[in-house]
């Protein structure tokens, strides 16, 4: 036995030691958590700045419980050799596979590999065109004026100002949203028993993966993966979403091929897709599902994390929000996909969208794993511990990277003053770095990733955003109440700073507008 653990530490040992040699490394590393609670504990990517500042675009960070030490990176050539060049290479970490297949089952974002990926992505591709994406402004707009009505009715009952916490809201119109795009399913309003199942079961996820007990399951689970396999309430719970969108959307499979033939939802267009398909190649209905769920998951909480944060630095920034509410006060119409996707018709509101997208990528930081021996290029040279400049990382097979989104979005040597919401940047197009940066991603930022696994529901998402932003300052006023910080759990989530204990939280103050 003493001879193995010896054996065991000595090989953890020189594995460590011989990974990412002459790479800086912050100094403050717990013996117990490495880095890793730093960047956990970390307000929207300002641990990851500090660091970046001090030891430049790339460096190693310690794991925690002996796990070997981890690259963080954010050169744009790199980006581009992880993310586009030698994207199969780099796998999502094994601990979140398990996780993703229990979320939303074996779907796009679960499937790993050339030969199983790209085959996927080219078959779901087609329902995202622009002109699938453009038919379906009515029912966004249905979903969206829906809710804002239900809030404005309570608003007044309540005598024309409120507290609300616009979290409750923001995740109501997302949901509804995405039920009638993804597959034709109306929410009401939040107030059905599934969109309420749906809703409770992300609150609890995001909360629980706030607080300590949520970093340990993660470590855990990465150290001892059988635990997932465990009949735990809270890995269970898991299923809880998938579990629910599945038997809805399967009653519409079953209702036959007549009621899909006009459809404009993402399940009809697969299904008639499907149907088109020979025999040998068509999908069963068990991974229609899969992937309709996925579009839920992956649409849902996603976008409702950028609009809570846009509206809260609204509510910071009055200023914005009047010549926004000007803007988008010039027309009563439901502007259409082509008014709303140029920056022709409304650049304010077109810039207040980008700079919420840049500012709270939702999914904060990305973690991959290298699957093969790689070399990652640098655009510039980093200086090593040793002091000699390094122009490029040898990756060792199994070593684990992390892209931290957040702090890329908002790098001050690429956007200026990159902390700082200013849609007016945008207009005047100085501080954008115009896709030179990181070429290919979404207006220069990683918000939507960029290369083979990027976000293939963008421009959904962004017509989306602009049909809420619209709809909700139309309506209403919004003011701050109390300070908010914004934590990392599994997308990122509001807090009031003074009240940690209420978990995921965006009070504000609501008046309806008086036109
Ligand atoms: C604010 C809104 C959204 C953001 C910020 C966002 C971001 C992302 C990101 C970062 C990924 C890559 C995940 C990874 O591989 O680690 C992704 C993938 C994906 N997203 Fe989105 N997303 C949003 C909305 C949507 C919507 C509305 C849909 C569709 C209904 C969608 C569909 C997908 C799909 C299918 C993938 C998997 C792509 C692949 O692996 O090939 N997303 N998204």
Not at 79 to 103: G, M, Q, T, W
Not at 164 to 182: C, E, P
Not at 391 to 402: D, F, L, N
Not at 460 to 467: D, Q, R, S, T
């Amino acid at each position: 036995l003493v001879a193995s653990t010896a054996g065991y530490v000595a090989y953890k040992w020189w594995d460590n030691y011989s990974r990412l040699q002459n790479i800086p490394v912050p100094d403050g590393a717990s013996k117990i958590w490495g880095h890793e609670w730093l960047e956990f504990e970390d307000d929207c990517g300002s641990q990851w700045r500090q660091w970046i500042t001090r030891f430049g675009p790339n460096f190693k960070i310690k794991g925690a419980w002996g796990h070997h030490d981890i690259l963080c990176v954010t050169d744009p050539k790199a980006i581009d050799r992880i993310l586009c060049k030698n994207a199969y290479n780099y796998p999502h970490s094994a601990v979140f596979r398990p996780i993703i297949e229990r979320l939303t089952g074996r779907g796009i974002v679960w499937v790993e590999g050339e030969h199983a990926h790209k085959p996927m992505r080219a078959l779901l591709a087609p329902a995202f065109t622009l002109d699938r994406i453009r038919a379906m402004g009515p029912d966004m707009w249905l979903a969206v004026n829906n809710v804002v009505s239900r809030l404005q009715s309570q608003i007044e009952s309540h005598g024309g100002v409120r507290d609300v916490n616009m979290l409750d809201w923001t995740a109501t119109s997302t949901l509804d949203v995405i039920g009638r795009v993804a597959f034709a399913h109306d929410f009401q309003q939040g107030q059905s028993p599934e969109a309420r199942s749906i809703m409770e079961g992300w609150r609890k996820q995001a909360n629980l993966g706030m607080v300590w007990e949520g970093f340990l399951a993660l470590l855990a689970l990465r150290q001892f993966p059988w635990i997932g396999q465990l009949p735990l309430p809270s890995i269970k719970a898991q299923s809880n979403i998938k579990n629910t969108i599945k038997p809805l959307a399967n009653k519409l499979i079953q209702r036959g091929v007549s009621d899909i033939d006009n459809g404009r939802d993402l399940l009809s267009i697969l299904l008639r897709a499907n149907l088109g398909e020979k025999q040998e190649k068509r999908i069963s209905d068990d991974e229609l599902l899969d992937h309709i769920v996925t579009f839920v998951i992956a649409g849902h909480e996603t976008t409702s994390v950028v609009l809570n944060f846009t509206l809260y630095m609204l509510a910071q920034h009055p200023e914005v929000q009047r010549k926004l509410r000007e803007e988008v006060m010039s027309t009563d119409r439901e502007s259409t996909f082509d008014e709303l996707w140029s920056s022709e018709n409304f650049p304010y509101l077109d810039a207040v969208t980008r700079e919420g997208f840049r500012l709270f990528p939702p999914s904060a930081r990305n973690e991959k794993v290298a699957e093969k021996d790689d070399i990652l290029p640098l655009a510039t040279p980093i200086v090593g511990t040793d002091g000699r400049l390094i122009h490029e990382i040898p990756i060792k097979a199994g070593q684990v990277i992390h892209i931290p989104v957040v702090a890329v979005n908002r790098f001050s040597s690429v956007w200026g003053d990159g902390d700082s919401f200013r849609p007016e940047r945008w207009i005047e197009k100085s501080g954008t770095p115009d896709g030179k940066f990181l070429p290919g991603a979404w207006s220069g930022m990683l918000t939507f990733l960029v290369g083979a696994r990027s976000c293939l529901g963008y421009r959904l998402a962004v017509f989306e955003m602009k049909i809420l932003i619209m709809a909700f300052i139309r309506a209403f006023e919004f003011e701050v109440i109390e300070p908010i910080e914004s934590r990392m759990s599994a997308t990122i989530q509001p807090r009031v700073i003074s009240r940690p204990e209420d978990g995921a939280c965006l009070p504000l103050r609501l008046r309806p507008v008086v036109a």
